[in-house]
């Protein structure tokens, strides 16, 4: 049953599927082996020789997981009998983006020789251009972590910059992943510290697929939000590393048992990748995708917190919120106005998402017919923001936008508009539609 697949061990997990989850949908998790033991680097020939039985391997890494994890896994291959091509994602010693250019050329790499397996060595960034071209090319991939950064190394999902905008596309997880906290360990502290920050979001992401949920009648199973909430850790304990891989890899596998990134994928995230699309405009770079996530789940709790605080009665006497454009054309031109270069890109989402007046007063109808009982659910997911923000503190990760090098005005751009960037609906929706996004945005924004 899904309730003790919940509570199982993470080895139990892989390659394992139901069809009796209260949620109704079966569940499969594609990735059939993980090894997160000291030590377990040492099984990557074993692990090639069971998955990719016959022929060569491609091992794609970049400038920093070379020397970290690459070098001496082509090494070991060779020395096994394995015959091992190389692919650097980052050729020009640039550092490397999961962008569809760079997803391409490892697409024409991984055509011209014909391996029997992908070997992506490396954490987010190869990831996610691993994932993608080994399912374009229905390449079996095999991934060896370089740091404990992000939740992403068993999800079906990659997040990738497509003519400027942040977009996640579904993709076939590895067939087997190797952690191995010796490897993992090599990494700056400041990896290990994004990835807490990535991890502490699913208190906000999950709240947001609870909201998605009770207003609209969206899929969420219960098993899938287990999983990402299945770990407390403590990264200054002996054993933080492998505890925190552990977490990280379980939130990723609740993405892939719900079907969507819903369950660690919310809010957050939409100011995240707006301040990944926008950093051209002040020509800084990007920040490291969980220290983005751990200060953005920030004011995603702030804003829970303060609506949490409402009964219906309270919101039915508030004013009416207005709609940010009375018609679809001034619409466009209020996205046009305000995302400039990346507006043609952002729009098909965004108009997803529009309302005029009308629309607006039976949404907001539609909240608060359900106010009490989305209250009741919402509630037990939510943590403080003020504990997060010591979370935050006592990991080692960044809880401070300035840290992140983001101005107050884009952490303001940040606030209002991150929510048109895609259909998914958030609590930055929510505070919206209440017309309590603004309002609160002096108070929310200094959290941050």
Known sequence: MCPDMAQARLGELFGSETDDCPCGRPHRIPTLEADLRTGAFEQLPRMVDRFFPNGSVLCAA??????????????????????VGIHRVDPDSEP??????????????????????????????????????????????????????????????????????????PCRPPVAIIADPEILSTAPARMAAAGFGDLLSKNASTADWLVGHHLFGEYFCGFSAAVAEAARINTNSPEGLSVLIEALLRSGLSMVLAGSSSPASGGEHLISHLWDMTAHWRGRSPALHGEQTGVATLISLGLYEKLLALDAGALRRRKESQPVAETPADFDAFIRKYFRDLADAVLPF???????????????????????????AVGPVVIPAADSRSHLRAAGALWRAADLGISREELTFAYRYARWIRDRYTVLDLAADLGLLEEWEEEILNLV
């Open 96 to 169: 490397a983006h999961a962008d569809r250019e760079s997803v391409d050329a490892l697409v024409i790499a991984i055509k011209g020789h014909r391996p029997a397996g992908l070997l992506a060595v490396g954490s987010g960034t190869i990831n996610d251009i691993c994932k993608s071209a080994a399912t374009v090319t229905d390449c079996p991939l095999i991934t060896v972590a370089t740091a404990a950064s992000m939740n992403g190394y068993p999800s079906a999902i990659s997040a990738l910059t497509d003519q400027g905008v942040k977009i996640t596309e």
């Open 62 to 83: 970049d400038g920093n997981t070379w020397p970290a994890a690459g070098e001496a896994a082509v090494t070991m291959l060779r020395e096994s009998g394995r015959p």
């Open 350 to 376: 965004a108009r997803r998402k529009y309302l005029d007046g009308s629309a607006l007063r039976q949404r907001r109808s539609n909240i608060l017919s359900c106010w009490e009982k989305f209250r009741n």
